[in-house]
Protein backbone atom coordinates (compact mmCIF):
# COMPACT_ATOMS: atom_id res chain seq x y z
CA UNK A 1 0.00 0.00 0.00
CA UNK A 2 1.51 3.53 -1.31
CA UNK A 3 0.72 6.34 0.96
CA UNK A 4 1.58 9.96 0.33
CA UNK A 5 2.06 12.33 2.70
CA UNK A 6 0.88 15.56 1.20
CA UNK A 7 1.77 17.31 4.55
CA UNK A 8 1.79 17.07 8.36
CA UNK A 9 -1.68 16.06 8.79
CA UNK A 10 -2.92 14.83 5.66
CA UNK A 11 -2.12 11.53 3.67
CA UNK A 12 -3.33 10.04 0.29
CA UNK A 13 -3.80 6.32 -0.83
CA UNK A 14 -4.01 6.81 -4.81
CA UNK A 15 -7.03 5.38 -6.51
CA UNK A 16 -5.84 1.55 -7.36
CA UNK A 17 -8.07 1.05 -10.45
CA UNK A 18 -6.96 -2.43 -10.71
CA UNK A 19 -8.53 -3.68 -7.60
CA UNK A 20 -11.68 -1.68 -8.60
CA UNK A 21 -10.96 1.42 -6.31
CA UNK A 22 -13.47 4.06 -7.77
CA UNK A 23 -11.66 6.80 -5.78
CA UNK A 24 -8.55 7.68 -3.75
CA UNK A 25 -8.75 7.42 0.30
CA UNK A 26 -8.21 10.65 2.14
CA UNK A 27 -6.12 9.63 5.58
CA UNK A 28 -6.16 12.43 8.61
CA UNK A 29 -3.77 11.76 10.81
CA UNK A 30 -0.42 12.82 12.53
CA UNK A 31 2.77 10.79 11.61
CA UNK A 32 2.62 8.71 15.36
CA UNK A 33 -1.29 7.59 15.18
CA UNK A 34 -0.83 6.69 11.36
CA UNK A 35 2.14 4.33 12.60
CA UNK A 36 -0.93 3.22 14.98
CA UNK A 37 -3.54 3.29 12.01
CA UNK A 38 -1.14 0.99 9.83
CA UNK A 39 -0.93 -2.10 12.67
CA UNK A 40 -4.80 -3.08 11.86
CA UNK A 41 -6.60 -3.51 8.64
CA UNK A 42 -8.27 -0.14 8.70
CA UNK A 43 -6.64 1.42 5.82
CA UNK A 44 -7.31 -1.64 3.82
CA UNK A 45 -10.83 -1.47 4.89
CA UNK A 46 -10.62 2.50 4.13
CA UNK A 47 -9.63 1.29 0.14
CA UNK A 48 -12.47 -1.27 -0.18
CA UNK A 49 -15.22 1.42 0.58
CA UNK A 50 -13.53 3.43 -2.25
CA UNK A 51 -15.11 0.29 -4.24
CA UNK A 52 -18.90 1.86 -3.71
CA UNK A 53 -20.46 1.88 -6.78
CA UNK A 54 -21.52 5.66 -7.01
CA UNK A 55 -18.71 6.92 -4.22
CA UNK A 56 -18.36 11.01 -4.64
CA UNK A 57 -15.05 12.44 -3.39
CA UNK A 58 -12.65 10.07 -2.12
CA UNK A 59 -13.07 7.63 1.05
CA UNK A 60 -12.02 9.16 4.12
CA UNK A 61 -10.34 8.47 7.00
CA UNK A 62 -10.78 10.19 10.58
CA UNK A 63 -7.65 10.38 12.98
CA UNK A 64 -9.35 8.18 15.22
CA UNK A 65 -9.56 5.19 12.23
CA UNK A 66 -9.51 1.83 13.88
CA UNK A 67 -10.23 -1.43 11.90
CA UNK A 68 -14.51 -2.30 11.76
CA UNK A 69 -16.33 -4.62 9.73
CA UNK A 70 -16.87 -3.56 6.26
CA UNK A 71 -16.19 -0.21 6.98
CA UNK A 72 -13.34 1.18 9.66
CA UNK A 73 -14.54 2.92 12.39
CA UNK A 74 -13.46 6.48 11.84
CA UNK A 75 -14.57 6.08 7.96
CA UNK A 76 -16.79 8.52 5.68
CA UNK A 77 -18.26 8.03 2.55
CA UNK A 78 -20.31 9.94 0.31
CA UNK A 79 -22.38 8.67 -2.56
CA UNK A 80 -24.33 9.97 -5.39
CA UNK A 81 -28.14 10.27 -4.37
CA UNK A 82 -29.53 9.65 -7.44
CA UNK A 83 -26.78 6.70 -8.68
CA UNK A 84 -24.67 5.50 -5.78
CA UNK A 85 -25.58 2.43 -3.30
CA UNK A 86 -26.20 2.78 0.58
CA UNK A 87 -24.58 -0.06 2.72
CA UNK A 88 -25.93 -0.78 6.11
CA UNK A 89 -22.15 -1.35 6.33
CA UNK A 90 -21.31 2.28 6.55
CA UNK A 91 -23.99 2.68 9.00
CA UNK A 92 -22.64 -0.59 11.83
CA UNK A 93 -24.66 -2.36 14.47
CA UNK A 94 -25.97 0.43 16.31
CA UNK A 95 -27.39 2.77 14.08
CA UNK A 96 -27.37 6.60 15.73
CA UNK A 97 -24.60 5.86 18.48
CA UNK A 98 -23.76 9.60 19.81
CA UNK A 99 -23.22 11.49 22.30
CA UNK A 100 -24.88 14.08 23.99
CA UNK A 101 -23.59 16.62 26.75
CA UNK A 102 -25.65 18.16 29.09
CA UNK A 103 -24.10 21.15 31.09
CA UNK A 104 -25.35 21.43 35.33
CA UNK A 105 -25.52 24.02 37.60
CA UNK A 106 -23.31 22.06 39.97
CA UNK A 107 -19.82 23.53 40.42
CA UNK A 108 -16.84 20.35 40.67
CA UNK A 109 -16.20 21.72 44.07
CA UNK A 110 -20.13 20.79 45.16
CA UNK A 111 -19.95 17.39 43.40
CA UNK A 112 -16.76 15.73 44.64
CA UNK A 113 -17.71 15.19 47.90
CA UNK A 114 -21.04 13.71 46.76
CA UNK A 115 -19.38 11.42 43.45
CA UNK A 116 -20.56 8.40 44.87
CA UNK A 117 -23.58 9.11 45.92
CA UNK A 118 -24.21 10.68 42.20
CA UNK A 119 -22.30 7.88 40.62
CA UNK A 120 -24.43 5.13 42.78
CA UNK A 121 -28.11 7.00 42.62
CA UNK A 122 -27.91 7.10 38.66
CA UNK A 123 -26.89 3.76 38.44
CA UNK A 124 -29.84 2.83 40.59
CA UNK A 125 -31.93 4.77 38.18
CA UNK A 126 -30.48 4.35 34.80
CA UNK A 127 -29.94 0.34 33.69
CA UNK A 128 -26.69 -0.05 32.08
CA UNK A 129 -24.46 -3.43 31.27
CA UNK A 130 -26.06 -6.45 29.71
CA UNK A 131 -28.66 -7.64 32.09
CA UNK A 132 -30.86 -4.26 32.58
CA UNK A 133 -34.24 -3.72 31.44
CA UNK A 134 -35.26 0.26 30.50
CA UNK A 135 -37.58 1.98 33.51
CA UNK A 136 -39.83 2.74 30.38
CA UNK A 137 -42.86 0.83 29.02
CA UNK A 138 -43.23 1.35 25.46
CA UNK A 139 -45.95 -1.20 23.76
CA UNK A 140 -47.50 -1.31 19.82
CA UNK A 141 -48.64 2.37 18.36
CA UNK A 142 -46.57 4.10 21.27
CA UNK A 143 -43.18 2.29 19.70
CA UNK A 144 -44.01 3.57 16.19
CA UNK A 145 -44.73 6.87 17.46
CA UNK A 146 -40.90 7.26 19.02
CA UNK A 147 -39.76 5.48 15.80
CA UNK A 148 -41.45 8.07 13.46
CA UNK A 149 -40.66 10.84 16.24
CA UNK A 150 -37.39 10.42 18.39
CA UNK A 151 -36.71 12.60 20.91
CA UNK A 152 -39.90 14.86 20.02
CA UNK A 153 -41.97 11.50 21.05
CA UNK A 154 -39.89 11.55 24.42
CA UNK A 155 -40.45 14.75 25.39
CA UNK A 156 -44.23 14.61 24.43
CA UNK A 157 -44.54 11.91 26.48
CA UNK A 158 -43.12 13.48 29.47
CA UNK A 159 -39.65 12.72 29.52
CA UNK A 160 -37.84 16.19 29.24
CA UNK A 161 -38.81 19.53 28.84
CA UNK A 162 -39.65 21.27 25.65
CA UNK A 163 -36.22 22.72 24.45
CA UNK A 164 -34.26 19.35 24.50
CA UNK A 165 -35.40 18.29 21.21
CA UNK A 166 -34.11 21.33 19.70
CA UNK A 167 -30.70 21.20 21.12
CA UNK A 168 -30.01 18.00 18.51
CA UNK A 169 -29.10 16.79 15.67
CA UNK A 170 -31.51 16.77 12.98
CA UNK A 171 -33.68 17.88 16.18
CA UNK A 172 -33.48 14.42 17.41
CA UNK A 173 -35.70 13.00 14.58
CA UNK A 174 -34.87 12.23 10.97
CA UNK A 175 -37.65 12.62 8.49
CA UNK A 176 -39.39 9.62 6.79
CA UNK A 177 -38.36 7.29 9.38
CA UNK A 178 -40.59 4.00 7.98
CA UNK A 179 -41.56 1.84 11.06
CA UNK A 180 -43.32 -0.39 8.80
CA UNK A 181 -40.18 -1.72 7.31
CA UNK A 182 -38.67 -2.35 10.81
CA UNK A 183 -38.92 -5.90 11.44
CA UNK A 184 -41.07 -7.44 14.51
CA UNK A 185 -38.16 -9.40 16.07
CA UNK A 186 -36.24 -5.53 15.99
CA UNK A 187 -39.39 -4.30 18.20
CA UNK A 188 -39.20 -7.07 20.31
CA UNK A 189 -35.52 -6.50 20.76
CA UNK A 190 -35.62 -2.80 21.40
CA UNK A 191 -38.52 -2.18 22.97
CA UNK A 192 -37.82 -3.55 26.74
CA UNK A 193 -34.10 -1.29 26.03
CA UNK A 194 -35.50 1.90 25.75
CA UNK A 195 -33.76 4.29 28.64
CA UNK A 196 -30.69 1.63 28.75
CA UNK A 197 -27.22 2.48 28.00
CA UNK A 198 -25.66 -1.25 26.97
CA UNK A 199 -22.43 -2.07 27.21
CA UNK A 200 -19.08 -2.15 25.50
CA UNK A 201 -17.91 1.27 25.23
CA UNK A 202 -21.15 2.91 25.84
CA UNK A 203 -21.03 4.82 28.73
CA UNK A 204 -22.34 8.04 31.07
CA UNK A 205 -19.62 10.33 32.59
CA UNK A 206 -19.93 13.00 35.04
CA UNK A 207 -17.20 15.48 34.16
CA UNK A 208 -16.04 18.60 34.77
CA UNK A 209 -15.13 21.75 32.69
CA UNK A 210 -11.07 21.74 32.87
CA UNK A 211 -10.32 24.41 30.72
CA UNK A 212 -11.92 26.55 27.91
CA UNK A 213 -10.00 27.27 24.62
CA UNK A 214 -12.38 29.27 22.63
CA UNK A 215 -14.29 31.39 25.09
CA UNK A 216 -17.10 32.99 22.21
CA UNK A 217 -18.20 29.00 21.66
CA UNK A 218 -18.04 28.46 25.06
CA UNK A 219 -20.13 30.98 26.39
CA UNK A 220 -22.67 30.22 23.77
CA UNK A 221 -22.78 26.45 24.89
CA UNK A 222 -23.07 28.43 28.20
CA UNK A 223 -19.96 26.02 29.51
CA UNK A 224 -17.24 27.67 31.84
CA UNK A 225 -14.37 25.98 33.91
CA UNK A 226 -15.05 24.16 37.10
CA UNK A 227 -18.67 23.59 35.85
CA UNK A 228 -20.07 19.89 36.08
CA UNK A 229 -20.93 18.18 32.77
CA UNK A 230 -22.94 15.09 31.87
CA UNK A 231 -21.34 12.76 29.20
CA UNK A 232 -23.98 10.45 27.44
CA UNK A 233 -22.77 7.24 24.66
CA UNK A 234 -24.78 5.26 23.31
CA UNK A 235 -27.16 4.62 20.89
CA UNK A 236 -30.48 2.44 19.26
CA UNK A 237 -29.82 -0.74 20.97
CA UNK A 238 -31.16 -4.57 20.03
CA UNK A 239 -33.53 -2.26 17.61
CA UNK A 240 -31.28 -0.84 15.32
CA UNK A 241 -28.83 -4.13 15.96
CA UNK A 242 -31.44 -5.99 14.36
CA UNK A 243 -32.45 -3.65 11.76
CA UNK A 244 -28.83 -3.99 10.66
CA UNK A 245 -28.95 -7.86 11.07
CA UNK A 246 -32.11 -7.95 8.75
CA UNK A 247 -31.20 -5.42 5.83
CA UNK A 248 -27.46 -7.06 5.51
CA UNK A 249 -29.18 -10.27 5.21
CA UNK A 250 -31.14 -8.86 2.56
CA UNK A 251 -29.20 -6.78 0.72
CA UNK A 252 -26.78 -10.20 0.22
CA UNK A 253 -29.03 -11.25 -2.18
CA UNK A 254 -30.09 -8.45 -3.96
CA UNK A 255 -26.37 -7.40 -4.96
CA UNK A 256 -26.39 -10.27 -7.50
CA UNK A 257 -29.14 -8.44 -8.76
CA UNK A 258 -28.17 -5.06 -9.18
CA UNK A 259 -24.64 -6.89 -10.05
CA UNK A 260 -22.44 -5.37 -7.59
CA UNK A 261 -19.50 -7.27 -6.58
CA UNK A 262 -17.03 -6.07 -3.48
CA UNK A 263 -14.17 -7.45 -2.01
CA UNK A 264 -15.72 -7.51 1.94
CA UNK A 265 -19.74 -9.03 2.20
CA UNK A 266 -19.91 -6.25 5.44
CA UNK A 267 -19.96 -3.87 2.55
CA UNK A 268 -23.12 -5.31 1.33
CA UNK A 269 -24.79 -2.42 -0.02
CA UNK A 270 -27.76 -2.11 -2.94
CA UNK A 271 -28.57 1.50 -5.13
CA UNK A 272 -30.19 3.96 -2.94
CA UNK A 273 -32.93 4.50 -5.15
CA UNK A 274 -34.44 0.61 -5.07
CA UNK A 275 -36.75 -0.66 -3.35
CA UNK A 276 -34.71 -2.15 -0.96
CA UNK A 277 -32.66 0.57 -0.56
CA UNK A 278 -35.13 2.96 0.23
CA UNK A 279 -36.57 0.22 2.93
CA UNK A 280 -33.46 0.54 4.23
CA UNK A 281 -33.20 3.71 4.65
CA UNK A 282 -36.69 3.95 6.21
CA UNK A 283 -36.07 1.09 8.48
CA UNK A 284 -32.71 2.77 9.35
CA UNK A 285 -34.12 6.48 10.61
CA UNK A 286 -36.40 4.23 12.82
CA UNK A 287 -33.80 3.30 14.69
CA UNK A 288 -31.87 6.79 14.44
CA UNK A 289 -34.70 8.12 15.77
CA UNK A 290 -35.43 5.31 18.12
CA UNK A 291 -31.88 6.23 19.68
CA UNK A 292 -32.41 9.66 20.22
CA UNK A 293 -35.53 8.81 22.22
CA UNK A 294 -33.64 6.34 24.03
CA UNK A 295 -31.03 9.15 24.87
CA UNK A 296 -33.83 11.66 25.86
CA UNK A 297 -35.34 9.74 28.15
CA UNK A 298 -31.51 8.61 30.00
CA UNK A 299 -31.38 12.46 30.29
CA UNK A 300 -35.15 12.44 32.15
CA UNK A 301 -33.91 10.15 34.43
CA UNK A 302 -30.52 11.74 35.27
CA UNK A 303 -32.31 14.78 35.76
CA UNK A 304 -34.36 12.72 38.47
CA UNK A 305 -30.74 11.59 39.78
CA UNK A 306 -29.15 15.05 39.93
CA UNK A 307 -32.31 16.68 41.60
CA UNK A 308 -32.37 13.85 44.38
CA UNK A 309 -28.24 14.74 45.12
CA UNK A 310 -27.96 18.28 44.46
CA UNK A 311 -31.66 19.67 45.11
CA UNK A 312 -34.84 20.15 43.39
CA UNK A 313 -33.83 23.52 41.82
CA UNK A 314 -30.83 21.48 40.39
CA UNK A 315 -30.81 22.59 36.35
CA UNK A 316 -29.51 19.64 33.62
CA UNK A 317 -29.66 21.58 30.44
CA UNK A 318 -28.86 20.03 26.95
CA UNK A 319 -26.05 21.20 25.24
CA UNK A 320 -26.23 19.38 21.86
CA UNK A 321 -26.89 16.04 20.76
CA UNK A 322 -24.67 14.17 17.96
CA UNK A 323 -24.87 10.80 15.87
CA UNK A 324 -21.95 9.29 14.52
CA UNK A 325 -22.99 6.09 13.32
CA UNK A 326 -25.51 6.94 10.38
CA UNK A 327 -26.12 7.46 6.47
CA UNK A 328 -27.67 11.32 5.75
CA UNK A 329 -29.00 12.27 2.79
CA UNK A 330 -26.89 16.17 2.36
CA UNK A 331 -26.09 18.99 0.03
CA UNK A 332 -22.25 19.58 -0.56
CA UNK A 333 -20.15 21.68 -3.14
CA UNK A 334 -18.54 18.69 -4.69
CA UNK A 335 -15.79 20.04 -7.83
CA UNK A 336 -18.01 23.47 -8.05
CA UNK A 337 -21.03 22.08 -8.28
CA UNK A 338 -24.09 21.49 -5.73
CA UNK A 339 -24.86 17.83 -5.44
CA UNK A 340 -27.19 15.75 -3.22
CA UNK A 341 -25.25 12.83 -1.71
CA UNK A 342 -25.55 10.16 0.94
CA UNK A 343 -23.45 10.98 3.58
CA UNK A 344 -22.14 7.51 5.61
CA UNK A 345 -20.54 8.66 8.77
CA UNK A 346 -19.35 5.02 10.72
CA UNK A 347 -17.95 6.28 14.09
CA UNK A 348 -17.65 10.03 12.17
CA UNK A 349 -19.32 12.80 13.94
CA UNK A 350 -21.27 15.85 11.78
CA UNK A 351 -19.53 18.91 12.15
CA UNK A 352 -20.71 21.72 10.06
CA UNK A 353 -19.39 25.12 10.34
CA UNK A 354 -20.77 28.85 11.74
CA UNK A 355 -23.80 29.84 9.11
CA UNK A 356 -24.68 26.43 8.23
CA UNK A 357 -28.86 26.78 8.13
CA UNK A 358 -29.74 23.22 9.94
CA UNK A 359 -27.83 24.57 13.52
CA UNK A 360 -29.90 25.89 15.53
CA UNK A 361 -29.73 30.03 16.48
CA UNK A 362 -27.74 29.43 18.95
CA UNK A 363 -24.81 28.22 17.37
CA UNK A 364 -25.56 29.56 14.13
CA UNK A 365 -22.36 31.89 14.49
CA UNK A 366 -19.87 29.65 16.06
CA UNK A 367 -20.57 25.90 14.73
CA UNK A 368 -22.30 22.95 15.43
CA UNK A 369 -20.79 21.75 18.45
CA UNK A 370 -19.34 17.86 18.69
CA UNK A 371 -18.31 15.59 21.38
CA UNK A 372 -15.45 13.55 21.19
CA UNK A 373 -15.08 11.27 24.17
CA UNK A 374 -11.45 9.89 25.39
CA UNK A 375 -11.24 7.21 27.92
CA UNK A 376 -12.51 6.93 31.20
CA UNK A 377 -9.25 7.79 32.95
CA UNK A 378 -8.55 10.51 30.39
CA UNK A 379 -10.30 13.69 28.86
CA UNK A 380 -12.81 14.15 26.67
CA UNK A 381 -13.31 17.14 24.27
CA UNK A 382 -15.91 19.86 23.06
CA UNK A 383 -15.59 21.28 19.90
CA UNK A 384 -17.07 22.87 16.72
CA UNK A 385 -17.41 22.24 13.19
CA UNK A 386 -15.22 24.23 11.26
CA UNK A 387 -14.99 25.48 7.52
CA UNK A 388 -12.43 22.99 6.61
CA UNK A 389 -14.80 19.93 7.40
CA UNK A 390 -17.10 21.29 4.30
CA UNK A 391 -14.26 21.47 1.94
CA UNK A 392 -12.38 18.27 3.06
CA UNK A 393 -14.79 15.80 4.92
CA UNK A 394 -18.48 16.04 3.68
CA UNK A 395 -18.77 18.10 6.85
CA UNK A 396 -17.05 15.59 9.19
CA UNK A 397 -14.90 15.03 12.23
CA UNK A 398 -13.28 12.43 14.52
CA UNK A 399 -16.24 10.24 17.08
CA UNK A 400 -13.34 9.12 19.65
CA UNK A 401 -9.99 8.22 20.90
CA UNK A 402 -9.94 5.42 19.11
CA UNK A 403 -8.95 1.68 20.76
CA UNK A 404 -5.48 0.55 19.81
CA UNK A 405 -5.92 -2.26 22.12
CA UNK A 406 -7.84 -5.86 21.94
CA UNK A 407 -10.45 -6.28 24.38
CA UNK A 408 -8.76 -9.15 25.51
CA UNK A 409 -4.89 -8.08 25.57
CA UNK A 410 -6.62 -5.07 27.92
CA UNK A 411 -7.58 -7.63 30.51
CA UNK A 412 -4.20 -9.70 30.20
CA UNK A 413 -2.59 -9.52 33.53
CA UNK A 414 -4.93 -6.62 35.03
CA UNK A 415 -7.18 -6.73 38.15
CA UNK A 416 -10.51 -4.59 37.79
CA UNK A 417 -10.40 -3.42 41.43
CA UNK A 418 -6.56 -2.18 41.23
CA UNK A 419 -8.11 -0.64 37.82
CA UNK A 420 -10.92 1.40 40.43
CA UNK A 421 -8.29 2.19 42.84
CA UNK A 422 -6.05 3.82 40.53
CA UNK A 423 -8.88 5.27 39.67
CA UNK A 424 -10.28 6.61 42.22
CA UNK A 425 -6.39 7.76 43.65
CA UNK A 426 -6.77 10.35 40.78
CA UNK A 427 -10.25 11.62 41.42
CA UNK A 428 -12.37 9.19 39.20
CA UNK A 429 -15.03 6.99 40.79
CA UNK A 430 -16.16 4.44 38.09
CA UNK A 431 -18.56 1.87 38.54
CA UNK A 432 -19.48 -0.81 35.88
CA UNK A 433 -21.93 -4.18 35.68
CA UNK A 434 -18.87 -6.10 35.17
CA UNK A 435 -15.14 -6.41 36.20
CA UNK A 436 -14.66 -6.82 32.70
CA UNK A 437 -16.94 -3.95 31.53
CA UNK A 438 -14.13 -1.73 33.82
CA UNK A 439 -10.89 -4.02 32.46
CA UNK A 440 -11.84 -3.59 28.45
CA UNK A 441 -11.76 0.19 28.66
CA UNK A 442 -9.38 1.24 30.63
CA UNK A 443 -7.33 4.42 28.98
CA UNK A 444 -4.41 2.38 28.11
CA UNK A 445 -6.76 0.65 25.25
CA UNK A 446 -7.03 4.09 23.78
CA UNK A 447 -5.33 5.97 21.25
CA UNK A 448 -4.42 9.34 23.34
CA UNK A 449 -7.14 11.92 22.53
CA UNK A 450 -4.95 14.78 22.47
CA UNK A 451 -3.63 14.19 20.00
CA UNK A 452 -6.73 13.21 17.46
CA UNK A 453 -8.33 16.46 18.43
CA UNK A 454 -4.82 18.07 17.27
CA UNK A 455 -5.02 16.21 13.99
CA UNK A 456 -9.08 17.45 13.58
CA UNK A 457 -8.00 21.70 14.80
CA UNK A 458 -4.85 21.67 12.48
CA UNK A 459 -6.41 20.49 9.59
CA UNK A 460 -9.64 22.64 9.83
CA UNK A 461 -12.01 20.29 10.54
CA UNK A 462 -13.59 21.32 13.81
CA UNK A 463 -11.83 23.98 16.71
CA UNK A 464 -11.20 23.05 20.04
CA UNK A 465 -13.70 24.79 22.68
CA UNK A 466 -12.96 23.10 26.06
CA UNK A 467 -11.69 19.98 27.52
CA UNK A 468 -13.67 18.18 29.73
CA UNK A 469 -12.15 15.35 32.71
CA UNK A 470 -14.07 13.09 34.41
CA UNK A 471 -14.75 12.54 37.73
CA UNK A 472 -17.59 9.54 38.27
CA UNK A 473 -17.74 7.09 35.27
CA UNK A 474 -20.88 4.12 34.86
CA UNK A 475 -20.20 1.60 32.10
CA UNK A 476 -22.00 -0.88 31.02
CA UNK B 1 -15.28 -26.34 21.33
CA UNK B 2 -14.17 -23.07 20.58
CA UNK B 3 -11.63 -20.26 21.54
CA UNK B 4 -11.72 -16.63 21.84
CA UNK B 5 -10.19 -14.60 19.31
CA UNK B 6 -9.04 -10.71 19.38
CA UNK B 7 -10.09 -7.77 17.15
CA UNK B 8 -9.09 -4.48 18.17
CA UNK B 9 -12.04 -3.24 18.85
CA UNK B 10 -14.63 -6.36 19.45
CA UNK B 11 -14.41 -9.86 19.96
CA UNK B 12 -14.69 -13.41 17.71
CA UNK B 13 -13.89 -17.49 17.97
CA UNK B 14 -13.25 -19.84 16.68
CA UNK B 15 -15.35 -23.35 16.78
CA UNK B 16 -14.23 -27.14 16.23
CA UNK B 17 -15.90 -29.86 15.42
CA UNK B 18 -16.09 -33.20 13.61
CA UNK B 19 -19.04 -32.58 11.01
CA UNK B 20 -20.73 -29.74 10.19
CA UNK B 21 -23.99 -29.78 12.01
CA UNK B 22 -21.42 -29.81 15.01
CA UNK B 23 -19.63 -27.66 14.04
CA UNK B 24 -23.23 -25.04 13.56
CA UNK B 25 -23.74 -26.49 17.41
CA UNK B 26 -20.44 -25.36 18.29
CA UNK B 27 -20.59 -22.02 16.77
CA UNK B 28 -23.99 -21.09 18.91
CA UNK B 29 -22.29 -22.57 22.62
CA UNK B 30 -19.49 -20.16 21.49
CA UNK B 31 -22.02 -17.35 21.07
CA UNK B 32 -23.62 -18.09 24.01
CA UNK B 33 -20.78 -18.47 26.24
CA UNK B 34 -19.54 -15.21 25.02
CA UNK B 35 -23.01 -13.44 26.18
CA UNK B 36 -23.79 -15.10 29.62
CA UNK B 37 -22.17 -17.40 31.73
CA UNK B 38 -23.80 -20.96 30.35
CA UNK B 39 -23.41 -23.21 32.92
CA UNK B 40 -26.59 -22.59 35.66
CA UNK B 41 -29.02 -22.50 32.41
CA UNK B 42 -31.90 -24.68 33.55
CA UNK B 43 -33.55 -26.74 30.45
CA UNK B 44 -36.83 -25.89 31.13
CA UNK B 45 -38.32 -25.38 27.94
CA UNK B 46 -37.30 -26.97 24.47
CA UNK B 47 -37.15 -24.30 21.34
CA UNK B 48 -37.30 -24.80 17.90
CA UNK B 49 -34.60 -22.68 15.63
CA UNK B 50 -34.01 -22.24 11.64
CA UNK B 51 -32.39 -20.30 9.85
CA UNK B 52 -31.50 -20.28 5.98
CA UNK B 53 -28.13 -19.05 3.48
CA UNK B 54 -26.86 -19.18 -0.12
CA UNK B 55 -23.91 -20.66 1.27
CA UNK B 56 -22.10 -22.34 4.65
CA UNK B 57 -20.65 -18.74 5.44
CA UNK B 58 -23.99 -16.78 5.08
CA UNK B 59 -26.07 -19.85 7.04
CA UNK B 60 -23.59 -19.90 9.64
CA UNK B 61 -23.92 -15.87 9.91
CA UNK B 62 -27.86 -16.32 9.43
CA UNK B 63 -27.86 -18.98 12.12
CA UNK B 64 -25.54 -17.07 14.95
CA UNK B 65 -28.57 -14.10 14.64
CA UNK B 66 -31.19 -16.54 14.94
CA UNK B 67 -29.43 -17.76 18.41
CA UNK B 68 -28.76 -13.96 18.99
CA UNK B 69 -32.53 -13.14 18.48
CA UNK B 70 -33.48 -16.12 21.23
CA UNK B 71 -30.54 -14.45 23.69
CA UNK B 72 -31.57 -10.70 23.10
CA UNK B 73 -34.82 -10.58 21.46
CA UNK B 74 -36.80 -13.25 23.41
CA UNK B 75 -34.74 -12.99 26.67
CA UNK B 76 -33.86 -16.55 26.52
CA UNK B 77 -31.07 -18.44 27.56
CA UNK B 78 -30.15 -21.03 25.92
CA UNK B 79 -27.95 -24.48 25.56
CA UNK B 80 -27.59 -28.13 24.25
CA UNK B 81 -28.14 -27.40 20.79
CA UNK B 82 -29.08 -30.31 18.60
CA UNK B 83 -29.07 -29.44 14.90
CA UNK B 84 -31.76 -32.33 13.19
CA UNK B 85 -31.25 -30.98 9.29
CA UNK B 86 -28.19 -29.35 7.44
CA UNK B 87 -28.66 -28.66 3.92
CA UNK B 88 -30.02 -27.32 0.79
CA UNK B 89 -29.15 -23.91 2.24
CA UNK B 90 -31.01 -24.66 6.00
CA UNK B 91 -31.04 -25.47 8.83
CA UNK B 92 -33.14 -26.74 11.97
CA UNK B 93 -32.75 -27.54 14.92
CA UNK B 94 -33.32 -27.73 19.00
CA UNK B 95 -31.74 -26.51 21.93
CA UNK B 96 -33.01 -25.91 26.06
CA UNK B 97 -32.92 -23.30 28.42
CA UNK B 98 -35.12 -20.54 29.87
CA UNK B 99 -36.08 -17.10 30.55
CA UNK B 100 -32.95 -14.90 31.44
CA UNK B 101 -32.30 -14.43 34.75
CA UNK B 102 -29.42 -11.68 35.59
CA UNK B 103 -28.26 -13.58 38.58
CA UNK B 104 -28.05 -16.79 37.50
CA UNK B 105 -26.75 -16.58 34.27
CA UNK B 106 -24.42 -14.10 34.60
CA UNK B 107 -24.41 -11.78 31.33
CA UNK B 108 -21.14 -10.86 30.16
CA UNK B 109 -21.22 -8.67 27.07
CA UNK B 110 -23.61 -7.55 25.01
CA UNK B 111 -23.54 -8.76 21.25
CA UNK B 112 -24.66 -6.48 18.37
CA UNK B 113 -24.29 -8.72 15.43
CA UNK B 114 -22.95 -11.55 13.99
CA UNK B 115 -20.60 -10.20 11.45
CA UNK B 116 -19.37 -11.52 7.98
CA UNK B 117 -15.78 -9.77 8.90
CA UNK B 118 -12.91 -12.38 8.28
CA UNK B 119 -15.52 -14.92 8.37
CA UNK B 120 -13.94 -18.72 7.50
CA UNK B 121 -15.70 -21.90 7.77
CA UNK B 122 -12.84 -24.63 6.71
CA UNK B 123 -12.22 -28.59 6.64
CA UNK B 124 -9.32 -30.47 7.74
CA UNK B 125 -8.32 -34.00 8.44
CA UNK B 126 -9.94 -33.51 12.38
CA UNK B 127 -12.81 -32.19 11.22
CA UNK B 128 -14.90 -28.89 10.77
CA UNK B 129 -13.89 -25.29 12.01
CA UNK B 130 -14.86 -21.76 11.40
CA UNK B 131 -13.72 -18.15 12.57
CA UNK B 132 -16.59 -15.51 13.57
CA UNK B 133 -16.14 -12.30 14.72
CA UNK B 134 -19.10 -10.39 16.68
CA UNK B 135 -19.99 -6.73 17.19
CA UNK B 136 -20.63 -5.99 20.74
Known amino acids: ?476 | MFEVLEHTADIGFRARAPSLSGLFEAAAEALVAIVLNPANIVPRDAIELSAQGESNESLLVNWLSEVLYWLDGERFALRGFQVHRLGGGRIAARATGERRDCLRHEPRLIVKGVTYHQLKIGQNAKGWWCEVYLDV
Open chain 1, 1 to 476: MQIEALDDFRYRIGRDEARGMRAAVLVFASPRLLEQIRKDKSLEQAENVAMLPGIVGPSLAMPDIHQGYGFPIGGVAATDWREGVVSPGGVGFDINCGVRLVRSSVALEGARPRIRDLVNQIFRDIPCGAGGEGPVKIEGQTLDRALEEGAQWAVEAGYGEPRDAEFAEERGCLKDADPAKVSDRAKTRGRPQLGTIGSGNHFLEIQYVEQIHDAQAAAAMQLEEGQIVVLIHCGSRGLGHQVCTDYLAQMGEAMKKYGITLPDRQLACVPIQSPEGQSYLGAMRAAANFAWANRQVILHFLRGAFRRIFGPDTRLDLVYDVCHNIAKRERHMVQGEWKDVLVHRKGATRAFPAGHPELPAAYRSTGQPVFVPGSMGTASWVLVGAAGSMTQTFGSVCHGAGRRMSRTAAKKGRNASEVQKKLEAEGIFVRSETRDGILEEIPEAYKDVDEVIEVAHRTGLARKVARLRPIGVIKG
